[in-house]
């Protein structure tokens, strides 16, 4: 069983300084706790919002992906999605065209050949 990742939400005097400096981070960065950030993370099911991976490849914790605009927060990220995002500028259109690009011509075709076919026995 793989051990998640959530952080220590407990003041101890013990805390190392990796937990200091994520706690400070949260609050500096995205104005919110360890409770909130780990209270996200089980409501996520304790996976990444977007592929659903369970950790990050690096063994980091889960990255807060916001909003550069209007700095709201979107969800928990693995590494690679939110390096992913962040490549794309959040372009909702780039994104599009990057998956355009990554299907290949035959799919598109096939989709619509069968499209057309299951056409033609509805009412």
Same mark, same amino acid.
């Given at each position: 069983?793989?051990?998640?990742l959530?952080? @220590?939400s407990?003041? =101890? ?5 990796? =937990?200091? @400096?994520?706690?400070n981070?949260?609050?500096?960065r995205?104005n919110?706790?360890v409770e909130?950030?780990?209270?996200m993370l089980?409501?996520q099911?304790?996976t990444?919002k977007i592929c ?6 690096t063994?980091k914790?889960f990255?807060?992906?916001?909003c550069h605009?209007?700095n709201?927060i979107?969800?928990?990220?693995c590494? @690679?999605?939110?390096t992913?995002l ?13 998956i355009?690009?990554l299907k290949?011509?035959w ?5 619509k ?5 299951s056409?033609?026995?509805r009412?």
């Amino acid at each position: 069983m793989k051990k998640i990742l959530k952080l @220590n939400s407990k003041l =101890e005097g013990c805390e190392n300084k990796k =937990e200091v @400096n994520k706690r400070n981070n949260l609050k500096a960065r995205y104005n919110i706790s360890v409770e909130v950030y780990d209270n996200m993370l089980t409501n996520q099911g304790n996976t990444c919002k977007i592929c659903g991976i369970d950790s990050c490849k690096t063994g980091k914790a889960f990255a807060v992906d916001h909003c550069h605009t209007t700095n709201k927060i979107r969800g928990l990220l693995c590494s @690679n999605c939110n390096t992913a995002l962040g490549l794309m500028s959040d372009d909702v259109a780039r994104m599009k065209k990057a998956i355009k690009y990554l299907k290949p011509t035959w799919y598109a075709k096939i989709r619509k050949h069968y499209a057309t076919f299951s056409n033609r026995f509805r009412d």
